[in-house]
């Protein structure tokens, strides 16, 4: 009867246990900050401690942008195309950002997460573009974002993550 006790506690106790958010994700940047909050479990709860996490946060956001895989699967959606000139040369700027979607699941941290990329286009490229419009990306970084940009807020229900503002070019958007 102990035993069958036990097993009850156990079995309880591991079903009301909660994996953070975006463990299981594909998607890089979601699976990154996922990592990091879970090796940074006190990060939001210890006031003494939060401005050191949150810079190495703001670093380790900053080191990522250089990786391969950035920008893989995120869905961003296009809020603007404007012009621009780059090394005295006419292009285009696209501006990404990232978007809530209550259609997402509960476990997702795609909704705690603000990322806006600049890509650098063609004139052909903004023709083949919608405003609004949900898509994923590839490019290969040509301005790296600000530390400044990249932040923490314990706002409302959840905890709100910008990653910052980050420049790429030889833009690939996918439409979802």
């Known amino acids: 009867m102990r035993k069958l006790v036990y097993l009850l506690m156990a079995v309880t106790l591991f079903a009301c246990s909660e994996k953070p958010k975006g463990t299981d994700s594909n998607i890089f940047l979601e699976k990154e900050v996922s990592n990091f909050i879970e090796t940074n479990p006190q990060w939001t709860k210890n006031v003494n401690n939060e401005a050191d996490v949150t810079d190495k946060f703001k670093r380790k956001m900053i080191n990522l942008s250089n990786e391969a895989n950035f920008l893989t699967d995120f869905p961003l959606q296009l809020t603007a195309i ?10 285009k700027i696209a501006t ?10 509960k476990e997702s941290l795609l909704n705690d997460l603000e990322l806006e990329i600049n890509g650098i286009i063609t004139a052909e490229q903004a023709g083949n573009l919608t405003v609004d419009k949900k898509y994923t990306l590839k490019g290969m970084i040509y301005k790296q974002g600000k530390r400044a940009d990249v932040k923490f807020f314990h706002g409302g229900e959840t905890p709100v993550y910008t990653l910052g503002k980050y420049t790429f070019w030889n833009i690939e958007a996918k439409a979802l």
């Open 82 to 91: 404007s012009d621009t000139t780059v090394s005295d040369q006419p292009v």
């Open 96 to 105: 990404f950002k990232g978007f809530k979607d209550a259609a997402r699941p």
